[in-house]
């Protein structure tokens, strides 16, 4: 066998500093000929240095002495071959050239979950990384207890999970999409689902046990205090603070436990503002990208274990890469400007849609998400028309910049005008959103 295929337990932790005993930063090694050779493929750029690769910052896990990477591949986003579309089958030598990059750069935790690219990203990542040792990485994955009909679906589910990814244990497992009590208390209490898993953590098949939240704060309350969690994961990003982000991540601080952070860019809408916002942000450190101000107010925040990213394209995994190597704190005079933007920002009225896709598909073929993002970048360009504070003449050309962009961008078909109000993706919806509402609020100036 290859000296690549053989690199020892002990090297790869020494390598990825997994046997620290606390938050350490950036490191530069000499790339063994096995990591030099994933980059150099991952890359395929000869400008990049193989031979010496600074690492991603890892923090402490103060529960059992994990070093995690700050930034955690989020396995939802691959890119996708065709179109491009979600429907569109993953590309696979894309994600893996992305893969190994992350890897070669220190990035060690990896997320994924049953349904993520139509229950393709199991079986994907589980490859992926299965030419690195089993030790030197974290993968996480989540039980789908909206798939949970009766008692037996819990361990059958399970063990499929562990077969999709090729593995023998879950570094970190989660109850995925904890959004209400009913639905939580089927499932994990009345079905035993929260024991059964509790069983596999026992056995080290699971080593560390968790949810990710979706919910109101009734339901918080009541699954918070429910069991004694390893960690949970809750969106959270300088936006949702002032909404429930404060609530959830102080009420976890207070308990000890670590939080995992989803939507750190709010289905990526954090990763370019209005045009005020950024003026004011690129005012303060031109150098930086918008994303990374977003990754780096949660990489300040001391219960903050690890933000998850799903990054679609190198040249965003490579800024993630920049931004939590020799990671910087905000320093106050970058808090001020980024209040100031957050301000600027929020003075537009935007559709809080993530593009999780959890909503489709739709009986009627609306493109759900991509409505919302069309509508949400007319919001950033000041084309919404209002007959209620604009001039006839004013209302006529936004009305025309508004049809024309969703024209274009549905000349196949997906439209807002397409929707009933059938109500189906109302409870699919973890950010609560009122759908048929919203799109009828959009079909008035296209319909004239």
């Known amino acids: 066998?290859?000296?690549?295929?053989?690199?020892?337990?002990?090297?790869?932790?020494?390598?990825?500093?997994?046997?620290?005993?606390?938050?350490?930063?950036?490191?530069?090694?000499?790339?063994?000929?096995?990591?030099?050779?994933?980059?150099?493929?991952?890359?395929?750029?000869?400008?990049?240095?193989?031979?010496?690769?600074?690492?991603?910052?890892?923090?402490?896990?103060?529960?059992?002495?994990?070093?995690?990477?700050?930034?955690?591949?989020?396995?939802?986003?691959?890119?996708?071959?065709?179109?491009?579309?979600?429907?569109?089958?993953?590309?696979?030598?894309?994600?893996?050239?992305?893969?190994?990059y992350a890897y070669a750069h220190g990035i060690n935790y990896y997320d994924t979950a049953y349904v993520y690219h139509g229950g393709k990203s199991e079986e994907i990542i589980g490859n992926a990384l299965r030419?690195?040792?089993?030790?030197?990485?974290?993968?996480?994955?989540?039980?789908?207890?909206?798939?949970?009909?009766?008692?037996?679906?819990?361990?059958?589910?399970?063990?499929?999970?562990?077969?999709?990814?090729?593995?023998d244990y879950f570094d970190y497992y989660l109850l995925h999409t904890i959004q209400d009590i009913k639905s939580y208390e089927k499932v994990y209490e009345e079905f035993g689902g929260y024991e059964y898993l509790l069983g596999e953590k026992k056995k080290g098949r699971i080593k560390n046990l968790g949810f990710s939240f979706h919910g109101n704060r009734e339901c918080w309350d009541h699954v918070i205090d429910k069991h004694d969690w390893d960690f949970v994961q809750i969106q959270l990003n300088y936006i949702d603070w002032d909404i429930d982000g404060e609530y959830l991540y102080k009420s976890l601080e207070k308990r000890k436990i670590p939080c995992v952070i989803m939507e750190p860019l709010l289905g990526g809408r954090l990763a370019s503002l209005s045009k005020g916002a950024e003026k004011i942000l690129k005012e303060k450190n031109p150098d930086l990208s918008i994303a990374s101000w977003a990754f780096r107010y949660l990489g300040s925040l001391p219960n903050v274990l690890?933000?998850?990213?799903?990054?679609?394209?190198?040249?965003?995994?490579?800024?993630?890469?920049?931004?939590?190597?020799?990671?910087?704190?905000?320093?106050?005079?970058?808090?001020?400007?980024?209040?100031?933007?957050?301000?600027?920002?929020?003075?537009?009225?935007?559709?809080n849609c993530t593009a999780c896709r959890y909503c489709m598909p739709c009986p009627y073929d609306v493109e759900i998400p991509s409505v919302f993002t069309v509508y949400n970048k007319l919001v950033m360009d000041s084309n919404i028309p209002s007959k209620e504070d604009q001039s006839a003449e004013e209302y006529a050309t936004k009305r025309e910049a508004f049809a024309k962009a969703f024209r274009e961008e549905f000349a196949s078909g997906g439209n807002a005008t397409q929707c009933v109000g059938c109500g189906e993706c109302l409870e699919k919806c973890p950010q609560h959103l009122q759908i048929p509402d919203l799109m009828e609020l959009i079909k008035k100036p296209l319909e004239g």
């Open 306 to 351: 690890v933000s998850l990213s799903g990054m679609t394209y190198m040249e965003h995994l490579v800024d993630n890469v920049k931004t939590f190597t020799e990671f910087k704190k905000l320093n106050a005079g970058e808090k001020l400007a980024l209040n100031r933007a957050i301000i600027e920002y929020n003075k537009f009225k935007r559709i």
């Open 131 to 167: 030419k690195y040792p089993r030790e030197s990485y974290f993968l996480a994955d989540k039980m789908p207890g909206y798939n949970v009909k009766v008692k037996e679906d819990v361990p059958r589910l399970f063990e499929e999970q562990l077969k999709r990814c090729g593995v």
């Open 1 to 100: 066998m290859k000296e690549e295929n053989n690199i020892s337990r002990r090297k790869a932790l020494k390598i990825l500093g997994l046997g620290a005993a606390a938050t350490v930063g950036a490191a530069v090694f000499k790339s063994t000929p096995f990591l030099a050779n994933a980059y150099a493929q991952s890359t395929k750029a000869s400008e990049f240095d193989t031979n010496s690769i600074k690492l991603v910052d890892k923090k402490l896990n103060y529960r059992n002495n994990d070093m995690i990477s700050m930034i955690g591949f989020g396995c939802m986003r691959f890119p996708t071959t065709g179109d491009g579309g979600r429907r569109a089958p993953v590309d696979i030598e894309k994600t893996q050239q992305l893969v190994d």
